[in-house]
């Protein structure tokens, strides 16, 4: 299932959004993704906390034109909130959900080849930014106005290959090109930061030639205007610095939040307060 339409649908304006839709949209992803990993009773639940905002921003804000604008999922673990906006937004069956993570389902716990709706989604990580590239240029020799969005990992600023890419962007100064990158600071082997210094982000990417810009990342108004900071013949990229638990309380202090190991008390307790977070919204 990877619809392509034939012409693009209109782009919305962000005043057509309301803020309080969005967050309602932010807990749905959260929640989806919490049922999707329960009945497993772990999984990489961590990384649909930390980026439901923005997704919810990009595909629920109008952003993003799904089947005509193209979207990058480089890490692949990041599936389960994928799917979990997706559904909302249509490009899922629902019913695809119940299976997540199954021996044969569509929707497999790592993304590959064969997950739905995605244009490019990698297995060893630090390889989107590339295919991200390989689309951009394909748009301007097209002549249409199809925008890329690379959705990467704060881990795999790690990786050569990323700054490759970045390099390349800027030289052919794609300015049709949007990265983020889900900066939560947690990777298998325990925080970033901890692993490999990768800071100052920020200053690393302007100094490749990007338009760049650093966030909070659970701020829906800061995603929404830095998506359109855009600046004129460079690639923007947009630094969300996030919490691997969505900020929950219902979510213990020392779980791991790279992969989290659900018990039904703590299930029950983080959809409770996810589904007070979308009635407030």
Known sequence: MNPISSAPAARFSRSCVHTRDLQRLAARIRINATEMVAPHGFGYLGQALSSADFLAVLFGGGYIRPTWDRFILSPGHYAVAFYAVAVEMGLIDRAELRNYGADGALLEAISTERTPV?????????????????????????????????????????????????????????????????????????????????????????????????????????????LESGQTGKPLVVIGRTHVTGGLRSIPATMDGHFVKLSPEVTAAVIAELELVGEQG
């Open 118 to 226: 995605v244009d490019i989604t990698c297995g060893s990580l630090g390889q989107g930014l590339s295919g991200a590239i390989g689309f951009a240029l394909a748009a301007r020799f097209a002549g249409d106005d199809r925008h890329v969005f690379a959705f990467l990992s704060d881990g795999e600023m790690e990786e050569g290959q990323t700054w490759e890419a970045a390099l390349f962007a800027s030289h052919h100064r794609l300015e049709g090109l949007t990265a983020f990158i889900d900066a939560n600071d947690s990777q298998v082997d325990g925080p970033v930061s901890s692993v490999t210094t990768i800071a100052p982000l920020l200053d690393k990417w302007r100094s490749f030639g990007w338009a760049a810009v650093e966030i909070d990342g659970h701020d829906l108004r800061e995603i929404q205007i830095a």
